[in-house]
């Protein structure tokens, strides 16, 4: 079983930087595909950045070249880095993770995944 924690959400201004950071325990979350997702009020959840087991990694359009996904697989930590932040980043973000193969059409996809973590929210204006 997997525990997710978020940390590193806060407000901050337009054009500033974030770096999000999601600890796993329990089981290992190393060979795990691990995404970011985000959820504004009113608004569906919707999937961020993708970071798969081996590290190959997608991104939505909205955030592509602005944000970036990395893992660290000997510490079960995964990081998005927001760039560029502008006030519709604004949202709470959650990191998800799946241990079973996820389809790479579908890794933006939350059904997707199993695991969950509270999320932390980010504020930008």
């Known amino acids: 079983h997997v525990q997710l924690v978020e940390s590193g959400g806060g407000s901050v201004q337009v054009g500033g930087s974030l770096t999000l950071t999601c600890t796993g325990s329990g089981d290992t979350i190393s060979t795990h595909c691990m995404s970011w997702f985000r959820q504004a009020p009113g608004q569906e959840r919707e999937g961020v950045a993708t970071?798969?087991?081996?590290?190959?990694?997608m991104y939505a359009d909205t955030v592509k070249g602005r944000f970036t996904i990395a893992r660290d697989w000997t510490r079960d930590i995964v990081y998005l880095r927001m760039g560029s932040l502008k006030p519709e980043d604004t949202a709470m973000y959650y990191c998800?993770?799946?241990?079973?193969?996820?389809?790479?059409?579908?890794?933006?996809?939350?059904?997707?995944?199993?695991?969950w973590g509270q999320g932390t929210q980010v504020t930008v204006s």
């Open positions: 970071i798969e087991s081996g590290g190959k990694t």
């Open positions: 998800a993770a799946e241990a079973g193969r996820v389809m790479w059409s579908l890794l933006l996809d939350q059904y997707q995944y199993r695991y």
